[in-house]
């Protein structure tokens, strides 16, 4: 999955990703680390600058490419949890960085042979 997320739903994720990170180095298993209570638990917690219809947002956004699974009431985020695929993504973001910058070094200044 190669969704191109808008600058905040990457915040979002990053930012939830990290929060997974220290809750596995703190002996929270997988399963419950990967689990947030509603958007506005989040903002408060780990958001605060974030307004909350904008995080509200970028939590559907996230659902619908795929790097969360949300429950809703009343159109607002109330259970977040972390994919699989968000995990995974974030695992190999700064890989898949060097990569791109490799791949566009090699494209501005080619090996002469």
Same mark, same amino acid.
């Given at each position: 999955?190669?969704?191109?997320?808008?600058?905040?739903?990457?915040?979002? *994720?990053?930012?939830?990703? %990290?929060?997974?990170?220290?809750? *596995? $180095? =703190? $002996? #929270?298993?997988?399963? =419950?680390?990967?689990?947030?209570?509603?958007?506005? %638990?989040?903002?408060? %917690?780990?958001?605060?600058?974030?307004?909350?219809? %904008?995080?509200?947002?970028?939590?559907?956004?996230?659902?619908?490419?795929?790097?969360?699974?949300?429950?809703?009431?009343?159109?607002?985020?109330?259970?977040?949890? *972390?994919?699989? =695929?968000?995990?995974?993504?974030?695992?190999?973001?700064?890989?898949?960085?060097?990569? $791109?910058?490799? =791949?566009?070094?090699?494209? #501005?200044?080619?090996?002469?042979?």
């Amino acid at each position: 999955m190669n969704a191109v997320l808008s600058r905040e739903a990457n915040k979002v *994720l990053s930012e939830l990703y %990290d929060v997974y990170k220290a809750r *596995l $180095n =703190n $002996n #929270i298993s997988r399963s =419950n680390a990967m689990y947030f209570k509603s958007s506005e %638990d989040v903002q408060k %917690d780990y958001l605060p600058d974030m307004n909350l219809e %904008d995080l509200d947002e970028c939590c559907r956004e996230l659902h619908r490419n795929g790097y969360m699974n949300n429950l809703y009431a009343e159109d607002t985020v109330v259970e977040i949890q *972390l994919t699989d =695929n968000a995990i995974v993504l974030m695992e190999n973001k700064l890989k898949n960085a060097i990569i $791109n910058t490799i =791949n566009i070094i090699s494209k #501005i200044n080619p090996l002469k042979g």
